[in-house]
């Protein structure tokens, strides 16, 4: 077996003129790489694509499993999961750099330039060729493993908890676990609204491993970003040719997007895939049917998980047809190879927003879309990571100058246009603002430094390639090319550590959040006493007892988070933000004041309440549950408004109102009402 040898090489990865980048008129390669030594064929893609999702997934969800049979101390009272986790990120390094460096060692034996202008096949041990493949396919997802499966082992919870943004979120996966139909995540008898795919395919995880939605949570997040993750490995390879700069970009695109995005997967998990489908857009409108394939794949899915980077990525491969429309001249094949990507993207997209379209076409209502108005400080600034102080600036800086001297090369020059429309849209979100919205620019940060970058990457490679063999061409031999590789290697694992081993440091507070936080169970991770939220088990148990179907009952409360971790159905959403435009958030608003505030003076008679909540446009509530104590009704029972106060930052203001008990205790009221801890709950008798 050791002695067995596998070749790489020949038609695949010899030089290639079919695969030149075309000049900017489209006539005539003006460069080519040198070298292509691992270009992959489209069924060895194909191939390492499922084996890297199918590894990854197991190896993933193994390692999270084995972290939650340990009892590691609370990441923001001990010390031990960051050494951990840095032992692991250093180990994956270690083992990655010394692979790369021994297949770089080979590369040069074949590398045409010392072999009479011919490449020769490339011979390995074949254990060695399964052996790197095996790590460096699995390289980006033991990264996710040590800097979130680790620091987050003793927790049940993801990142951030269940504070703010991730209560809905986690209301959304506790919907989608709930069942298999698809549907908004609060309000009842309602399309969804926000973008499903991750949600649903992750309700079904959740079902697979027996959990309830809000627990899947954290594995689900996990396990996909690890996935996408080692998947880039093979799309780059194919794109470049090159096994260790695949390797490259998929690291440090992982590295960036854990740091910049990772509280919010699914988005993640489209910002990684943004740089490969901007470098494949020149080939798909020149035809490439391979790798249109993927444009419809990659649009179409991203559009089911995160329709903003969908929509900036678009745009963007509208300008790079553009420009190729514009140099060719006498073609218009850009721009059916356009359409065609755009009308076959939208087909799948369609999953998760056809219903939502089919119900504002059949003239549903609509009011109170307010996803836009949110302006950061962030949302203020145009972000120039070159000159950032971290390795991650460096490499920015690096893709820039990149970006510049290769402007002429196909990948380089629609990387340069992608960053180009991220900036415009970034402009825009600031100027917009004049008409009382926003384009929520600021998230587009992590678009232009995943895509700088990776263009820093490639810069790398291409400095290796051709920069010193342009500059030098007398120079350099094979054992100085070896060497100037070797260098590199070093330096980029060295980087690549500095980086990597601060991410859970610069996620700490994410990480203290999902053990500071009250889970489903009511219990916080780190050992201290729970809040309020421990007696939401107590709540979800009061109503089934009382025959209550959680996803057939509308509730009416201000706290969110009961129905992150039960799945009932909200006669309001948390905040307008991310509630459905057909849920009428303002409307709703308008009617729960007018019950409040009447319940004190027009509709004091329980007939007459109960009557006007029968009158309600939309399925009135069965449950209440406010903050109050039954001994002191005169108090009055609290339920918090929430009320969009845009432009102002924060741009939600929760206002308190009150609601008369005796509506729901007086003669003749078909209301029973129980003290929980803090909360009255309410519940309907008929």
């Known amino acids: 077996m050791t002695n067995a040898t596998e070749t790489t090489g020949g038609p695949e990865t010899g030089p290639s003129h079919a695969d030149a980048p075309p000049a900017l008129d489209g006539t005539a390669p003006v460069t080519t790489r040198p070298y292509h030594p691992d270009r992959l064929s489209r069924s060895a893609t194909l191939l390492g ?60 034996r074949g590398n045409p330039r010392w072999n009479g202008g011919s490449a020769l096949p490339v011979t390995r041990p074949r254990w060695r060729v399964w052996l790197t493949y095996a790590a460096t396919y699995l390289s980006p997802a033991a990264i996710v493993i040590a800097v979130l499966a680790i620091p987050l082992s003793s927790a049940r919870l993801y990142l951030d908890g269940i504070s703010v943004d991730q209560g809905f979120r986690t209301q959304y996966m506790t919907r989608a676990a709930d069942g298999i139909l698809i549907s908004d995540m609060n309000y009842i008898d309602m399309p969804a609204h926000y973008p499903v795919g991750w949600f649903w395919i992750g309700g079904r995880f959740a079902n697979l491993l027996g959990l309830p939605g809000w627990e899947a949570f954290q594995p689900w997040a996990i396990v996909s970003l690890a996935v996408t993750a080692s998947i880039l490995v093979p799309v780059w390879q194919r794109i470049t040719g090159s096994l260790p700069t695949a390797v490259g970009v998929a690291l440090v695109t992982v590295c960036v997007v854990m740091v910049m995005s990772a509280e919010e997967p699914y988005a993640a998990i489209v910002a990684m895939g943004i740089p490969a489908m901007a470098a494949i857009s020149p080939r798909i409108l020149r035809g490439d049917l391979f790798a249109l394939a993927g444009g419809v794949i990659f649009l179409g899915v991203s559009a089911t998980l995160y329709t903003l980077f969908t929509a900036v990525i678009a ?12 140099a060719m001249r006498r073609t218009w094949r850009p721009i059916i190879w356009l359409v065609v990507l755009g009308a076959s993207s939208m087909l799948i997209a369609l999953i998760s927003w056809g219903p939502y379209l089919f119900a504002r076409a059949a003239g549903a209502e609509q009011s109170g879309d307010t996803a836009l108005h949110y302006l950061p400080l962030e949302g203020t600034q145009f972000p120039v990571p070159i000159f950032a ?23 380089a020059r629609s990387l340069a246009v992608a960053l180009g ?27 232009i430094v995943a895509t700088l970058a990776t263009a820093g990457v490639l810069g790398i490679a291409d400095a290796r390639l051709v920069g010193l063999y342009s500059l030098y061409p007398d120079r350099i031999t094979r054992r100085t090319a070896r060497n100037t590789s070797m260098v590199l290697i070093v330096l980029v694992a060295f980087g690549g550590l500095s980086y990597a081993q601060n991410i859970p440091q610069m996620n700490s507070h994410a990480i203290d959040l999902a053990y500071t936080d009250t889970d489903g169970y009511g219990e916080r991770a780190d050992r201290y006493p729970a809040g309020s939220a421990r007696y939401y088990a107590e709540i979800d148990s009061h109503l089934r007892d009382l025959g209550f179907e959680p996803s057939e009952t509308v509730v009416l409360t201000d706290e969110q988070n009961f129905m992150s971790y039960h799945p009932y159905r909200g006669f ?21 004041e007018t019950w409040a505030v009447d319940s004190w003076t027009f509709l004091q008679n329980p007939a007459d309440f109960v009557a006007s909540l029968d009158g309600s446009r939309w399925t009135p509530p069965e449950v209440f549950i406010f903050r109050g104590d039954m001994e002191d009704a005169p108090a009055g029972w609290k339920y918090d408004l929430s009320e969009d106060i845009y432009p102002n930052n924060p741009n939600v203001r929760f206002r308190g109102i009150y609601f008369n008990p005796e509506v729901f205790l007086g003669d003749g009221a078909p209301w029973s009402a129980a003290q929980i801890g803090p909360f009255v709950v309410v519940t309907r008798d008929e």
Not at 389 to 411: F, M, P, Q, W
């Open 49 to 108: 694509i499922l084996l890297a999702a199918a590894g990854s997934f197991v190896v993933t969800l193994a390692a999270w499993w084995a972290l939650k049979q340990t009892s590691l101390p609370a990441f923001g009272t001990s010390m031990v999961t960051r050494a951990l986790a840095s032992a692991v990120i250093i180990a994956v390094i270690l083992v990655v750099a010394v692979l790369m460096w021994l297949w770089v060692r080979d590369e040069h």
């Open 315 to 326: 745009l963007s491969v509208v300008a790079v047809c553009a420009v190729m429309t514009s």
């Open 389 to 411: 102080s971290s390795v991650i600036g460096l490499l920015c800086l690096v893709g820039v100058v990149y970006l510049v001297l290769n402007i002429r090369i196909a990948e």
């Open 421 to 447: 429309v991220f900036y415009a849209w970034i402009g825009m979100s600031m100027a917009v603002t004049l008409i009382g919205t926003t384009l929520l620019g600021f998230r587009l940060d992590t678009l």
């Open 572 to 592: 309001q959403a948390f905040t307008s933000h991310y509630a459905n435009p057909l849920g009428e958030f303002a409307k709703r608003n308008e009617q729960i």
